[in-house]
């Protein structure tokens, strides 16, 4: 028989059950959660707790201990020992995972756990410490699967996507422009003539540079380069020195490679091998005691001076606030401008892959990255005054991320809604951006500012800060509500999810809250931007007199969702032509309140002329136009203008009428009139 115990510390307070376990010594297990109805609710599920399938079970602790101990002694999943700073690496991963409070054993966890611990890193810490950690706690699963402790991967599918260090284009461009390339590799000359000291030192750095610019390598790569892979013009990319110096093979055998230089560079680097000290190791570019250049040491000794020397340093401050100069760029800037070159001579996706060494084990995280450092270079062409050429690389991006995505106009990474969401949830490709939407400049900054919120969603959580993600609508009918919620997502470049409202609300009681509780859990799973419109239906006054009680408890489920922790940062929108009936209560839930009008007669001509592109209107009377438009909603006039710019090109024109674009709208107040009609009979 299971009971419950309440404990209270000075943490707070807890409920601990304790119930039947054969796999217990003590024939008893105990588990710990932060509410009465979450232990209650475990007490009813207790049938169906799984059991380890060896009879041993192991805590989630000490299966990231065990999981520690192969890594350092055997090798994980049948491969070699992990290098020492790699270890390093895995015991700073390891030691986050054991920060969490694991309430269940290992054979106990389901995916539901491990989401829960996947919000948690993302709550708690940086998006790049949390999705490397998550990905280490997948092969400690892994791990523990192999050796039977466990029959299924609760881990499975659980994934932080990277966001990208450059995911906003107005951010920090990292990327040297020609000149500061040109200016770095006169430094280096330039730190060979000095004296004689230095000239020393940089006869080994200088070809060093030469060989990081003009061949795209990681440092570690061309600090682990040996003699025997050095050939006229060509370069074999077989091994890699980590940041202690000591020698492994590349990570994967994608970075297994041939590199073709300039043989200026070959050249230079065979002139250095005259001067060049023994190396048991038959290194390229050793210490004098022949062991690989450390890393920190290349920095400190030649990074930081040469870009002193170019004079690409910005004054900074240091931990004591004292003000000094700080490298404008690391050593992987000369790899980022490689890649930025060849994307810059048209080369495809998948020869700049093989040219960086990137897996394709993982295409469509390399993918994101390909598109981040194309980005960088369109937005380091804009800040250079060539408006036209970044312009131009944009629209060569955005027809790429088009076609990898199979059509798309913003790419998906997961199929529709299926099982239980099939009738609740229905995705949309993003149709829309801003510049297709009519707003007045208040909702324009409003917009702006979510936008940038979400844009830099992990600056802010470093500084523990969430992004605005609850948004109300508010608005008459046709006022753009549900073309702003397509365009918002489709500036965020995420799915456009739109809650059913029809298989949503039932009439058997609990039916409805629980079906929230399956889309406010997929909101968790999936980042994207969720619209229930038609809102008042669902969140209607609670002290309305022909309401029914079964409503409110749906109100009070939606509410306490609401008020949920949701580290994924998908964007709620709710939408109402009717705010007069929504509850008071919902009020303080939302982040933004957003009021929308219905287009203006100005609105009305900014969206004709915005949507007939490339047509022109000739001699367009634009009375004519406002009245036939006056009552249709923004994205009606869009489709009305749409089709009117269809059947121009059809009948071989290169000019509309005013003609042509009443006509349409005329149709779309038709076919509003008919769906009227039939709403009344």
Known sequence: MANIRKITGKTGTAYQVRYASKERSSGYGYSQFDTMKAARDFIENLGSLREAPSGQTLSVSESIDRWI????????????????????????RARV?????????????????????????????????ARRTLSSFHSVIIEMKQQGFIRDDPAAGATIKAGGRYEDEDGEVTIPTDQEMRDIYAAADRMGRKNAYVEKCWARYRPMIYLAGFSGMRPSEYRGLPWSNLSDGRILVRQRADRTGIIGPVKSKAGRRTIYVPTLVTDMIFEWQERCPDSSLGLVFPTESGKPVALTNFTISAWQPLMKEAGLVDQAEDKDGKSVQKARYTPYALRHYYASKLIELGRDFKSIQTALGHSSSRAEGDEDAFFSIALQVAASEARQGRRETAQEMRAEIDKARAKNSRGASVPIAFAHPRGSLE????????????????????????????LR????????????????????????????????AEALAGELHLPFFIIRL?????????????????????????????????????????????????????????????????????VIVCSTNHPSLLDRALLRRYDQVLEFDAPTSDQIKQLINANVSPMKVVRPVWKQIIHAAEGLSQSEIVRAADDSVKTAILDERKQLSTKDIVDRLQERQAMRMAFLDLESS
């Open 69 to 92: 101990d192969i890594c350092e002694k055997i090798g994980r999943d049948g491969r070699e020992r992990v290098e020492p700073e790699t270890f390093k690496e895995y015991r700073r």
């Open 97 to 129: 995972m054991k920060e969490y409070v694991w309430s269940k054993r290992l054979h106990e966890l389901a995916p539901s756990d491990v989401i829960q611990f996947r919000n948690w890193l993302l709550e708690h810490k940086t998006r790049d410490l």
């Open 423 to 450: 009738g609740l949830l229905e995705l949309r490709e993003p149709r829309y951006r801003f510049k297709h939407v009519i707003l007045n400049d208040q909702l324009v900054a409003r917009f702006s500012d979510i």
């Open 453 to 484: 919120q979400q844009r830099k969603r992990d600056w802010l959580r470093e500084h523990g800060k969430t992004p605005n993600r609850r948004i109300l609508f508010v608005g008459p009918p046709g006022s753009g509500k549900t073309m702003s």
């Open 502 to 570: 029809e298989g949503l609300i039932t009439r058997y009681m609990g039916e409805t809250a629980a079906k929230l509780r399956l889309i406010f859990d997929e909101t968790a799973k999936r980042r994207g931007v969720y619209l229930f419109d038609e809102f008042d239906a669902v969140g209607g006054q609670r002290t309305a007199t022909n309401d029914v009680a079964e409503m409110r408890r749906v109100l009070n489920s939606f509410l306490q969702f609401m008020e949920e922790g949701n580290a994924t940062d998908s």
